[in-house]
């Protein structure tokens, strides 16, 4: 994957409560599997679509993950969003590891992120 990740300042800088990483990842990968067949289960090949990217937001801030198309930018949203499952690595939400969230936590979570189309 190549890609450049900056952060921004956004009006909501001027808190002073903020300042706290709100999302950290953490040596994230997501590889898809490529099958010799459509009805095959034998692996001959993966897709490293996302592979060992690690970055953090801090609350209040911007940030734009921006690279070439099928760098890994749409699995790395899906990925946040929990629509994907990792391969490996972790995604913690203000203080909660995703992979470990309980339905209650995620119910919370989903209705502080979402996906813009
Ligand atoms: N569900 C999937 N199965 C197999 N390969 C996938 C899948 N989703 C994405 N990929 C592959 O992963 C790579 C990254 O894709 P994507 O995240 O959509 O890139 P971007 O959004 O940066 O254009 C591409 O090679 C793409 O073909
Ligand atoms: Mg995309």
Known sequence: MNT????????RDQNPDD???LLEVIDLKKHFPIRS??????EVGRVRAVDGISFSIKAGK???LVGESGCGKSTVGRLLVKLLDPTEG???LDGVDLAQASGEQMQ???RQMQMVF
Do not use: E, N, W
């Open 19 to 21: 300042g706290h990483d």
């Open 37 to 42: 067949g459509f009805f095959s289960s034998q």
């Open 108 to 110: 919370a979570m989903r």
């Open 62 to 64: 911007t940030l734009a």
């Open 4 to 11: 450049a990740a900056t952060t921004r300042p956004t009006p």
């Open 90 to 92: 972790s995604i913690v």
